[in-house]
């Protein structure tokens, strides 16, 4: 894709990143070492980090506006919850804490992202219902 000044600009698609960090997520769990602490919080941050992606991609075939603010809000909710699971297995797992940080930010942006797009959606409905 051409930018407006002539240059070549990168093609943002939020789809493929989300999906970037549901696998993200699993290639990590993988390199964590099983124990009755692990366990539970590998399974939780498993269903959180890989549930954001599909609830983006739900979202982009919403039947409306609103429903499409309702699953992009399910998205922030869930990769917010990721992050506390990559806080906690930071702190159950030492080995990982370096990987579970660089994750972390990514939940991070994703969750300001998601945010964005609920506050605008919203706002945009508001407006075509004045």
């Known amino acids: 894709m051409v930018g407006v000044d002539g240059k070549k600009s990168k093609v943002y698609n939020l789809e493929e990143r989300t999906a970037n ?6 290639e990590f769990c993988k390199s964590i070492s099983q124990n009755p602490i692990t366990i539970p919080l590998i399974n939780q941050i498993i269903k959180s980090g890989t549930s ?5 991609y739900e979202a982009n075939e919403a039947e409306s506006p609103k429903d499409f603010a309702h ?3 399910i998205a922030k909710k869930e990769v917010k919850e990721t992050k506390l699971w990559l806080r906690l297995i930071a702190d159950a797992h030492e080995p990982a804490k370096e990987n579970a940080r660089v994750l972390w930010k990514e939940a991070h942006e994703l969750n300001l992202i998601f945010a964005s797009i609920v506050s605008k959606t919203k706002s945009n409905l508001k407006i075509e219902n004045s």
């Open 71 to 73: 699953k992009v809000n």
């Open 21 to 26: 960090f549901a696998e993200k997520i699993i």
């Open 52 to 56: 954001q992606a599909a609830n983006y």
